[in-house]
């Protein structure tokens, strides 16, 4: 096989240089011809293929309907190359009311709904223009834009639609390119006209006047308040942040769920939720708040309820009247979407099609310009038509002068076009239409009729003349069509009213922790090997609560769901966890273990409930330690907070809580040795090692009691709680080593 000439034709080229070439040509295809809508018309290749699709197959708004598998066919088929399922979920989308603002798409059959269920098949679903759609349609036939081959070249295409009405900012876009990314919520089009208006007046119509003008954006957010969703919902965002996003083209939306209070019977009330933010599904939504029930995340929460019909209506029911609305739906604007952030990203393809992030006026002035050269194109268009006809009009007039030689000729010749235009000064479409003329055009009333005509058409054509030379006559003539388009859709409320209410941005609102845990009495059950659960109650026996084998029971407190613990580890930190956070009794709980980083080598000295206008006495196995405020030693991540350091080979080895009216600190060492002295003589310290509380020639320290010096020092034993009152042996000062503890007192050498 010869390959000689094969081999001539390779070109060598280094292969990152080829992978960016080739990889460059698939991003600006992305771009150009999927993701990034056009600023002129707002659309993006198939919504537009699309829409010329359907003209072409004359689905007019007065007309039939026909079924989306022939308009998908014939979009695949003649215009855009990709697969079906695409085409006609882009179909789909400009049909549904709830997904863009203004639909330009009347479809029949099942389009799909809020609640995320998707369309019926192409073949079950029909569909046909809308009058809007008309709008960005109008006047193509009049060489107001360029056309270009379609994909095998058979067929022509638009490249962009003459665009009647601000079509990007009215229904929005979105879309993610290479590298890039769109998305542009929907506004209301009347207010977007009232803009147009005024940036217009405010050019004065001077030569490049709109391009250059300076309008000020407070000005145009006061006409564009912000986004106007087709799904309602209030925008509750701050004046300055929507005008300056409008500014830079950048920014986010705040979009919340629109509620109100139904008062029901004894005073009872349910909340109705009427609108919910723009592409929430609504049965997402109810399910995501039914877990939060089931959670009990919201506690106050007792039930949500879906009575929707063809509007929104979520019923939310309190678990009681004391409730407060207003917290409750906080509470649901923080944990679900009845909440959103909508993303503006004004970046569209500009009038030179290169992308562009765009500021609000940018996009406005932008369509302005689109529409001042379809008004020159269209004028231009109609001004060649125009003299088109007159020139067959002056040939009729000549006719109708000369009507028996013309007869005559016609009679007399074979070929009369030649000598009728060489006799008559006429060219040849004068004389084409001469010889066309049916014999009933011969009557005296068409003469009239001609002349009459002949006149309407001159006029007009002065007047197209100068609306192309004269620049202010062209923007009266596009203040007036905008003019017409604001009328069209302020007649029409279901479309024209905004549907998004300009709210204030939320104040902080305190959420009382009670308002998002129910408060519930529980036993909180610590085991010898380390896990940990809650029982619900205050349990006093707890010989029914089983454990692990080889496990028992540690220690026990009783504490509310509301409560956060401390939990004291040898290593010195303190840990911190809510009531609510800990499992459930039904099974052996969790290691504390895996909800901290608490080292195997180090243990758990205590837990307590947190109570920040408390002190703690802690201490280590040396007999250093200090006082702290409860306030300082809460943790906020797994890693605990480090409170008491430890020199070598130390360990923290107890923690007491200080009484109200405490004067006296007992200190046992595990030498079985108590001292007890002043409490005043500690300091109150946030983090250290402390001060000497007691000496030991051999062991350390065992357990402390901070006590009131009339109750007396405490401890338990087998048969109950017993206090010693004379304890004047034992009194000294701090860092002595005291004496043997008293008779009774439990050989672990512990107070608790």
């Known amino acids: 096989m010869n390959t000689t000439g094969f081999l001539e034709k390779i070109n060598e080229a280094r292969l990152d240089d080829a992978l960016a070439e080739r990889y460059l040509n698939y991003a600006l295809s992305t771009i150009m011809s999927r993701s990034l809508p056009d600023v002129r018309d707002g659309l993006k290749p198939v919504h537009r293929r699309l829409l010329f699709a359907m003209r072409l197959l004359k689905l007019d708004p007065e007309a039939g309907f026909k079924k989306c598998a022939r308009v998908v066919g014939d979009v695949m088929g003649k215009f855009h190359p990709h697969g079906d399922q695409a085409i006609y979920d882009a179909m789909v989308r400009l049909a549904q009311e709830f997904a863009v603002r203004y639909p330009l798409v009347e479809g029949q059959g099942n389009f799909g709904n809020i609640d995320g269920d998707n369309a019926a098949a192409m073949r079950y679903t029909e569909a046909r223009l809308t009058k809007i759609a008309k709008f960005l349609l109008e006047g193509i036939d009049h060489d107001t834009v360029d056309f270009r081959q379609t994909y095998d070249g058979e067929e022509k295409e638009p490249i962009v639609l003459p665009a009647a009405f601000p079509n990007l900012l009215a229904n929005g876009s979105t879309g993610i390119a ?32 709109i391009t250059n003008c300076r309008v000020t954006f407070e000005k145009l957010c006061s006409l564009v308040p912000g986004p106007d969703f087709p799904t ?36 009872q009330y349910q909340i109705i939720v009427i609108e919910i933010p723009y592409q929430v599904q609504k049965a997402k939504l109810i399910e995501k708040i039914a877990d939060l029930i089931v959670n009990k995340k919201i506690p106050t929460l007792e039930d949500i309820r879906d009575e929707s019909d063809e509007s929104v209506r979520i019923v939310i029911v309190p678990k009681n009247r004391a409730t407060d609305p207003s ?20 970046n569209v393809l500009n ?20 529409r001042q050269t379809i008004l020159l194109r269209q004028t231009k268009f109609r001004l060649k038509a125009i003299n088109q006809r007159l020139d067959v009009l002056a040939g009729f007039l000549i006719a109708y002068i000369n009507l028996d030689k013309i007869i005559q000729i016609i009679r007399n010749n074979d070929e009369p076009k030649r000598i009728i235009i060489k006799k008559l000064s006429l060219n040849e479409n004068q004389a084409d239409a001469i010889l066309n003329m049916r014999l009933r055009q011969l009557r005296k009333l068409e003469e009239i009729q001609i002349r009459n005509e002949d006149k309407s058409l001159k006029s007009e054509r002065r007047e197209l003349k100068l609306l192309i030379e004269d620049e202010e006559k062209g923007w009266r003539t596009i203040y007036l069509q905008i003019k017409k388009i604001s009328g069209f859709f302020s007649s029409e409320p279901d479309i024209g009213n ?24 529980v036993t909180v059950i610590y085991s ?17 609560v089983k454990f692990k084998e080889g496990d028992g029971l540690n220690s026990f407190l009783h504490a509310e769901t509301t409560d956060k613990l401390l939990i004291f580890a040898t290593n010195g930190r303190f840990y911190t966890i809510g009531v609510d956070k800990l499992p459930s009794a039904r099974g052996h709980g969790e290691p504390i273990r895996l909800m901290f980083d608490i080292k195997n080598e180090d243990e758990v000295i205590s837990i307590i409930t947190q109570n920040s206008c408390e002190k703690l006495l802690l201490a280590s196995n040396s007999g250093r330690g200090f006082i702290v405020s409860e306030r300082n030693v809460i943790a906020q991540t797994r890693n605990g907070k480090l409170v008491l350091n430890l020199g070598q080979d130390e360990k923290a080895a107890a923690l007491s809580r200080i009484p109200p009216g405490a004067s006296h600190i007992a200190v046992i060492g595990t030498n079985k040795k108590l001292l007890i002295f002043a409490l005043d003589e500690l300091p109150v310290m946030s983090r250290g090692r402390g001060v000497i509380l007691q000496r030991y020639k051999n062991g350390g320290l065992s357990d402390l009691q901070a006590f009131v010096w009339e109750n007396g020092v405490s401890w338990m034993t087998a048969s109950g709680k017993r206090s010693e009152l004379n304890l004047e042996n034992w009194v000294g000062k701090r860092a002595g080593a005291g004496l043997i503890k008293p008779k009774g007192f439990p050989a672990n050498n512990r107070f608790s």
């Open 498 to 521: 905004r549907r998004t209410l300009i709210g204030s941005p939320p104040k902080a609102l305190v959420i009382p922790l009670e308002a998002m845990i129910e408060k519930e009495p």
């Open 178 to 209: 290479v590298g890039m990314a769109t998305n542009i919520p929907p506004h209301n089009t009347v207010e977007l006209c009232n803009a147009l208006l005024h940036l217009i007046k405010t050019a004065k119509y001077k030569t490049n006047g």
């Open 232 to 267: 309602g919902g209030v925008l509750a965002e701050s004046k300055e942040n929507i005008i300056e996003s409008y500014r830079t083209g950048r920014g986010s939306f705040r979009v919340r769920a629109k509620w109100e209070v139904e008062k029901l019977v004894h005073g």
């Open 327 to 346: 917290i409750l739906m906080e509470q649901l604007f923080r944990d679900s979407e009845m909440e959103i952030r909508f993303n503006l990203n004004l």
């Open 351 to 370: 009038l030179n099609n290169i992308p562009t992030v765009m500021n609000l006026r940018q996009v406005l002035t932008a369509f302005l310009e689109h």
């Open 528 to 544: 010898k090997k380390g896990w940990i659960r809650i029982a619900k109650g205050h349990l006093q026996d707890l010989t029914s």
